[in-house]
């Protein structure tokens, strides 16, 4: 494959997803990632022997169930395009349906917290869409953390960070709760398909309700009055994770449906703390 066109045939004998090949060959070739056309007006350009090796080793990684985004360093997220290492989950487009929810409450200058940000995707789509919200984001690894806030530097998003286990060093109350914590229970069929991917974001205890158990139970003191906590989980997780925060005496309890039609994302409005 010592052509663009080459290449790309090659990574079609592989059963490679087409768009995934094209867009790993524009990194391997240091082009911008979303020039597709230019691949086609150039299918006949020579690749080196370097660019030629490379793009074999990462085709074999993609083979290998390696996410692209930590092949190219970069995954778009509800319009931005975030930096992302294997510290961090891979922000996923099931995801946008929890930043539409929390943008769809009408919220004027609120406060939010994210928990378990991750890459910071959901904080920073909150921020780049909502200026004027107060945003702090906080997870347990600072490996993490490092990824966050780098990518709130390059965006410029003013966005909080801090090294938190769940509330465990949160001091303040929030207008509006977000998070989408680990919620794939122990023996799950897909988790070697996620290998590459951080444990700990993606675990949660034998039936994956474990973490979200937790912010259920602590959420309504880090609360103010009429606050939403807004939850994603699991694909077969909404009766289950609606049953946790009707428990705990939130109200309005509701789920929202992903692009594909499976309820992504329940939440509700904090009860009464007496």
């Known amino acids: 494959m010592n052509n663009i066109s080459l290449a790309l045939a090659f990574a079609r004998t592989l059963a490679i997803d087409a768009l995934e090949a094209q867009t790993l060959l524009l990194h391997v070739l240091n082009r911008p990632l979303y020039d597709r056309a230019w691949l086609l007006l150039n299918d006949t350009l020579e690749l080196t022997g370097e660019q030629h090796t490379r793009y074999q080793q990462a085709l074999r990684q993609l083979l290998d169930n390696m996410p692209l985004a930590y092949l ?9 395009d975030l930096q992302v290492t294997p510290d961090v989950l891979v922000p996923r487009a099931d995801t946008e349906t929890l930043v539409d929810w929390a943008l769809s ?33 906080v997870d347990q690894s600072t490996q993490a953390l490092a990824v966050a806030q780098k990518n709130a530097s390059r965006l410029q998003l003013d966005v909080v960070f801090t090294q938190s286990d769940w509330f465990s060093r949160v001091q303040s109350k929030f207008d509006l709760i977000v998070a989408n914590p680990p919620y794939i229970a122990q023996g799950d069929p897909h988790l070697p398909g996620l290998v590459h991917e951080p444990p700990s974001a993606l675990v949660s205890g034998p039936l994956g309700l474990d973490d979200l158990q937790a912010i259920v139970d602590q959420a309504p003191t880090f609360l103010k009055a009429q606050g939403w906590l807004l939850l994603e989980h699991g694909y077969d997780q909404a009766a289950a ?14 789920s929202r449906d992903d692009l594909a039609g499976i309820a992504r994302c329940s939440g509700g409005v904090r009860p009464e703390v007496k």
Not at 72 to 80: C, D, I, P
């Open 72 to 80: 190219t360093g970069v995954q778009a997220f509800h319009g931005l």
């Open 105 to 137: 409450l009408g919220l004027d200058q609120a406060s939010v917290l994210d928990l378990g940000t991750g890459s910071g995707a959901i904080a920073l789509a909150l921020k780049h869409k909502r200026p004027a919200w107060t945003v702090q984001a």
């Open 241 to 254: 994770v609606c049953d946790l925060l009707r428990q705990k005496g939130f109200t309005q309890v509701q």
